[in-house]
């Protein structure tokens, strides 16, 4: 993967909602308030992360009993990004983030970052926070919101020069990264300061962690 296979440098692919970006409490909050206007019971941060997964529909379906249809999808998906968007407003980065990117570029490696998050709206934050000039190559999503990771990260890797799969770590909260990445080849090391708990994150089968420092040394050790 990538254009330049003889590269045995590390590369980090972080992910941006709940791991670079904590916004994991604007989260709950968009996601009662969209509720509320749905008509379905308040969720608890806990119960969230229990239930949380990617393509979201699946979340809606472990909390309604069934799937949404197509419709009520669509409303669901709208209701909440309305409330989000203004949440997120006064979201900051993870503790430590801005040191931790500017740690690993100061080291001569390579990062980017890929969201699900959408493209014309990630790259405006990205720069409002000022760390746009830390990644390689910054990747939003430009199609449908019910969707996961994996096809994203192979078109993001595709177009990055002299990155490889196999000495790419990618550092999410979620899953749905462990699997974008089994699926690329690459390495994958999880964050508990986002969307899933622990339990939910170990049965991924990789290595978890509590902050974004250890993330960056689990990422380092892995791609030895």
Not at 46 to 61: A, N, Q
Not at 68 to 83: G, K, S
Not at 112 to 117: G, K, P, Q, T, Y
Not at 160 to 183: E, K, M, N, P, Q
Request: net charge negative.
């Amino acid at each position: 993967m990538g254009k330049n296979a003889g590269n045995t440098a590390p590369h980090i692919v972080w992910d941006w909602n709940g791991t670079l970006l904590h916004d994991i409490h604007a989260v709950i909050d968009a996601t009662n308030a969209s509720f509320a206007e749905l008509g379905l019971e308040q969720i608890t941060l806990e119960r969230y992360r229990d239930l949380y997964c990617v393509p979201v529909p699946k979340f809606y379906e472990r909390l309604m009993g069934r799937m949404p249809t197509e419709a009520e999808w669509l409303v669901m998906d709208d209701v909440f990004h309305r409330h989000y968007w203004a949440f997120a407003e006064d979201v900051d980065l993870a503790d430590g983030a801005r040191e931790l990117l500017a740690g690993w570029q100061d080291a001569g490696l390579t990062q980017s970052l890929l969201s699900l998050a959408p493209h014309d709206r990630l790259i405006p934050l990205v720069r409002t926070h000022g760390i746009a000039h830390h990644f390689l190559r910054v990747d939003g999503r430009t199609g449908p919101s019910h969707t996961s990771k994996a096809g994203h990260l192979v078109r993001h890797l595709e177009a990055l020069d002299g990155v490889t799969a196999a000495r790419t770590v990618v550092i999410g909260d979620a899953a749905d990264d462990a699997a974008a990445a089994a699926h690329v080849g690459a390495l994958a090391v999880l964050y508990t300061g986002g969307s899933h708990s622990r339990a939910s994150l170990e049965a991924a089968g990789v290595p978890v962690v509590d902050t974004l420092r250890e993330a960056v040394e689990t990422a380092r050790e892995l791609a030895r």
